[in-house]
């Protein structure tokens, strides 16, 4: 008889051993935040990612969420050393990938004008509007609730968009890219870059 009450004994403290233990695996869960998949893909980059463009390594330091009256687009922040550029994602009908520099050389002063001329080449404002934005990491001076923009298209696949910030006018010239051009490697969370 005695026997058996110490094999109750051991039993219900095997069952608490198990029920404690899983109770705090739960609640750590349920602490931890949003689970990021391993893989990435232009729509799930993260602070600290890399994006290989042409055989160099980007960091991802930041990313802003446009939206225009639920019509939404997004920017990464990519930065090497020194060197500053932005990878923006929209996907309307096809999903559409840019790779926009930064540029001091186009003086936008006024309502953008629904033409222009870029180091030779013709282009013609295709999209513009005002979009309110949610950000992560570092934007530099893109700090505004809302922007105004203007997107232009020229010859073959080079872009300009032009963004009005609270009267700072960025500018940023590029090209549409392939997104089987980049290679997206999952970082620390971390931006690299202060």
């Given amino acids: ?29 349920r602490k931890s935040p949003q689970i990021v998949p391993l893989e990435r893909s232009i729509f799930t980059l993260q602070i600290g990612d890399i994006v290989e463009y042409m055989g160099e390594d980007w960091v991802v330091q930041g990313k802003l969420v446009y939206d225009d009256d639920g019509y939404q687009w997004q920017e990464y922040l990519l930065q090497d050393g020194d060197r500053i550029r932005w990878l923006a994602i929209e996907e309307d009908d096809q999903v559409q990938v840019s790779w926009l520099t930064p540029t001091d050389d186009l003086e936008i ?15 013609r404002c295709i999209e513009s509007g005002e979009a309110t934005m949610s950000r992560q990491g570092m934007t530099l001076n893109r700090t505004a609730k809302r922007c105004r923009y203007s997107d232009y298209r020229g010859s073959g696949n080079q872009v300009i968009s032009i963004e009005d910030w609270d009267g700072d006018i960025e500018v940023t010239v590029g090209t549409i890219i392939r997104p089987s051009e980049l290679m997206l490697l999952p970082g620390d969370g971390q931006r690299v870059y202060d």
Wanted: proline share 5%; charged share 10%.
């Fill in 1 to 29: 008889m005695l026997t058996y009450f110490w094999i109750l004994v051991i039993v219900i403290l095997a069952i608490s051993t198990i029920v404690f233990v899983r109770q705090r695996q739960l609640a750590s869960v």
């Fill in 109 to 123: 002063t006024g309502t953008p004008p629904k033409q222009l001329q870029f180091e030779g080449n013709d282009y």
